[in-house]
């Protein structure tokens, strides 16, 4: 979705935006402009990609604005893009988000010309009628958002003044502070290569950035923001040699769930710690768990619950977040409810999340951003620690995602008594050794880009499973159609024979997941329900499994309850290399943006 960065200090701003912008990239856009602070402003924008849009060399601004535009309001057109500017030319606005009430402020906004299909346009008129009037930038800012309705984050800019104005509403802000100028950001990938102090806007707050300093709040009464160091490096935001960012997140998986795992786990004592503030015999007393998320942390959630109820004995409901308002909220007060979210930005799931936490629920937050605005609506929050994917599609986080739930469905498990000691002892195992499980289906990649190419023109795939095998079908499936743009869907194997099974012909590959925790043997025989119909089989098989007849064969260490985890990287593998060799644009699939923040 869109993105925002501001730069003010020493050095060239429309290098550092420029550069910025390209961070920005895997956010999903269509066009892309900046504003330059001079006596006059100095905006270049155009429908396209970032490599599209001229700054032209010889800028000597130090301040500006820069947006990536993902369209809402009107079609993505040089004009449409961002910054949009005031009558005069005077002030310039980046924005993320919609403005809900944009017509009526359009139709009070007498005499302003509008040049734009945008809701955005309405706020630099605004801000002219309010600077006009005498105000500050900053009480300018103030002042328009106290008009404004939605979800939002803007960033002004004014001719003349070397400094940059900010405000948001449930849509993030991140301020940078560095050695040599401040940063303002939608995400802290846009400005990491220049410093990692990062401070995240609240709600309703106004930045006043300025060369040395960033100030929050009016001129009479501002403070300085509280700044932490992010353990993010440049490098893990680059791509460090590889041709996407896809498969290098692929191939981080292992350190990333090192990471995830990092001090949680004591394997000599048994024990797990995920460091939540649940009150004393909360979780013995919680009645439901239920997930709410979208798209792949969806599927993560699912899998999440099927090991709350096995290991935990709790009963779980996991409801598509955009579907929740649609009775997803039944008996809140004896609900545990738990956000999955990567990005922690989703609207969908913030929206369903702080419904329960107003119906009465408890709320935890599973994210991968630090600061993201899922942390400020829940009780608390447990962090998945992929570190950044910039990818479109999940892949390190997924896996990161759903070994935070099995931390979570131990440590549940070991609370309410539900396992003995031996058996959390061997999930523990289980799960330290992930990173090297993964390993070893990691470097089995050759082989799947072989596979890749032998079945590269099939009409379509399906992807079966049972149990834990089931959501890795669903995302195997996903990744596919979303990174080659190939049909493929993701069943319950025994469901196919209710109705799917009609479309399996020779050129359909059904693919699966054949491992411990998926029902391997039931799951065998619907593999061969498919392949008396022609169809190519590819199992994804537990580590000493015989299975017959199979077209491929993978083989997945043994990793007990997480095989079907584990030998979800094969089917990422599948899905990367079949998209590569038909040269889809993997890390910015069409229509599809990385943080999807419009319902
Ligand atoms: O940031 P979130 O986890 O809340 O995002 C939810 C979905 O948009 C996301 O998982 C999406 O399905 C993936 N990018 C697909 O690979």
Not at 91 to 107: P, S, Y
Not at 208 to 236: F, H, K, M, Q
Request: aromatic share 6%; hydrophobic share 40%.
């Amino acid at each position: 979705m869109c993105g925002i960065i501001g730069y003010v200090g020493a050095r060239s701003a429309g290098e550092i935006i420029y550069r910025g912008l390209e961070n920005l990239e895997y956010r999903g856009y269509d066009s892309a402009g900046v504003a330059l602070v001079g006596e006059q402003l100095a905006i270049h924008k155009r429908a396209g990609e970032v490599a599209d849009l001229t700054v032209p060399a010889d800028e000597t601004a130090t301040c500006g604005i820069g947006h990536t535009r993902w369209s809402t309001h009107g079609p993505p057109t040089d004009i449409n893009a961002h910054p949009h500017v005031d009558c005069a030319g005077e002030v310039a606005v980046v924005h993320n988000g919609i403005i809900e009430n944009h017509e009526a402020l359009r139709d009070a906004l007498d005499g302003c010309e509008f040049v734009s299909e945008t809701d955005t346009e309405v706020i630099p008129h605004l801000l002219e009628q309010e600077v006009h009037d005498g105000a500050s930038l900053t009480d300018a800012v103030a002042s328009v958002a106290q008009a404004i309705e939605g979800s939002y984050a803007f960033a002004v800019v004014h001719a003349g003044e070397n400094a940059i104005v900010a405000t948001r509403e449930q849509s993030p802000l991140v301020l940078g502070r560095g050695e040599d100028g401040m940063f303002l950001a939608s995400d802290i990938p846009a400005f990491l290569e220049h410093t990692r102090e990062v401070a995240y806007l609240e709600d309703g707050q106004v930045a006043t950035i300025t060369a040395d300093d960033i100030r929050l709040g009016g001129n009479a009464s501002s403070t300085s923001p509280t700044y932490e160091t992010v353990e993010w490096d440049a490098d893990s935001a680059e791509k460090g040699g590889y041709e996407h960012y896809m498969r290098k997140e692929i191939h981080e998986q292992p350190q990333a769930l090192r990471q995830t795992l990092s001090e949680r786990i004591d394997l000599n004592r048994g024990t797990v710690a995920v460091d939540l503030d649940f009150p004393t015999g909360y979780l013995d007393s919680v009645e439901e768990v239920q997930f709410v998320a979208a798209g792949t942390s969806y599927y993560a959630s699912r899998y999440g619950a099927r090991l709350l109820e096995e290991l935990a004995d709790v009963r779980t409901s996991v409801t598509i977040a955009s579907e929740y308002e649609f009775g997803g909220g039944r008996d809140p007060w004896r609900t545990l409810t738990v956000a999955v979210t990567q990005s922690g930005e989703t609207t969908d799931t913030l929206e369903a999340i702080n419904s329960a936490g107003q119906a009465g629920a408890r709320t935890l937050a599973v994210t991968n951003v630090i600061g993201s605005s899922v942390t400020r609506s829940v009780d608390d929050t447990l962090f998945i620690k992929a570190g950044p994917e910039i990818g479109v599609a999940a892949s390190k986080t997924f896996s990161s995602q759903v070994t935070t739930l099995g931390l979570l469905a131990v440590a549940i498990a070991h609370e309410r008594d539900t396992l003995p000691r031996s058996q959390i002892r061997r999930l523990l195992g289980d799960l330290n050794g992930l990173p090297g499980a993964i390993q070893q289906v990691l470097d089995e990649e050759d082989a799947v880009r072989a596979v890749a190419s032998e079945y590269l023109d099939m009409d379509a795939f399906f992807f079966i499973g049972r149990e834990l095998g089931y959501p890795v079908a669903l995302e195997g499936a996903l990744k596919l159609k979303e990174i080659a743009y190939v049909h493929a869907e993701g069943f319950a194997a025994g469901e196919l024979k209710h109705g799917p099974l009609a479309l399996v012909t020779g050129r359909t590959p059904v693919i699966a997941l054949l491992t411990n925790g998926a029902q391997p043997a039931a799951t065998t025989h619907n593999v061969a329900e498919a392949q008396t119909r022609g169809a190519p089989a590819i199992g994804i098989v537990a580590e000493g499994r015989d299975v017959e007849h199979l077209d491929v064969e993978f083989t997945v260490p043994s990793s007990g309850l997480f095989e079907p985890l584990v030998g979800n990287v094969y089917l990422q593998l599948l899905a990367y290399h079949i998209a590569n060799q038909l040269g889809r644009s993997i890390d910015k699939p069409r229509n599809l943006a990385k943080s999807v923040t419009v319902r």
